[in-house]
């Protein structure tokens, strides 16, 4: 049962500390994405790989956010410094986008994060 | 920029009722349009995928149809039950990944 995965399920952590999450996509996907989840804004993406090569993070903080695909099986979303008002749920989701078009995409469970 | 909205943000239904969810995008030019379900703190479950050149899919009790010209969606959802309470979210791909509606929060009372 191939599904997508994340790591950590949730975080607690103090303003100022780094946090890192992580996500195994689906094996064979070539396209991975980080969303972030708030009541306010709803889902939003933050940035998107197409064969592990970055494609856009405009969605994201550039002074404090980083994502990154060290490999075929491992991408991850950096923080740091973190701030209250990064508190979110943040989700990973892959899919396999052949041609440069984005066909169905999968979803991890999301990394629930809270910065006191 | 693509626009999503949905409408109702929120629903109350009794069991055993057929309704309708609905969802709209500003920009034609789409892809694809993924209607996906949402439970109180878990992830994304993906529903349905229409592509640009269809019309409607089916899954079970669910049918999804998509008017791209009029920029418009359905999720009719026959014979409700209360599992099926949920948060439901539309969401379009063009020439960016998915572009995601608020949702819908839909709750089936027994």
């Known amino acids: 049962d191939a599904r997508v995965t994340q790591t950590p399920r949730h975080k607690v952590t103090e303003m100022g500390q780094e946090v890192t999450m992580r996500c195994q996509p689906i094996l064979g996907h070539n396209t991975v994405f980080w969303y972030r989840q708030t009541m306010m804004q709803g889902l939003e993406l933050l940035a998107y790989?197409?064969?592990?090569?970055?494609?856009?993070d405009s969605g994201m903080p550039k002074d404090r956010f980083s994502a990154e695909m060290p490999d075929a099986t491992l991408a991850t979303l950096k923080i740091q410094p973190s701030e209250p008002r990064d508190s979110a749920v943040y989700f990973c989701a892959s899919g396999l986008s052949p041609g440069g078009r984005y066909n169905e995409q999968f979803f991890g469970p999301g990394t629930r994060l809270t910065v006191l | 920029k693509q626009e999503v909205t949905q409408i109702p943000a929120a629903l109350s239904v009794p069991e055993g009722e057929n309704l309708v969810l609905n969802c709209s995008f500003t920009d034609s030019a789409i892809y694809n349009l993924q209607w996906f379900r949402q439970d109180p703190g878990k992830g994304l479950t993906s529903l349905l995928l229409i592509q640009s050149s269809q019309r409607e899919q089916t899954s079970g009790r669910l049918n999804a149809s998509l008017d791209k010209s009029s920029g418009r969606s359905t999720l009719y959802i026959a014979a409700s039950q209360p599992g099926d309470s949920a948060t439901y979210l539309c969401a379009v791909t063009g020439n960016t990944p998915l572009v995601f509606g608020k949702g819908t929060r839909l709750s089936v009372i027994a």
């Open positions: 790989f197409r064969n592990r090569a970055p494609l856009d």
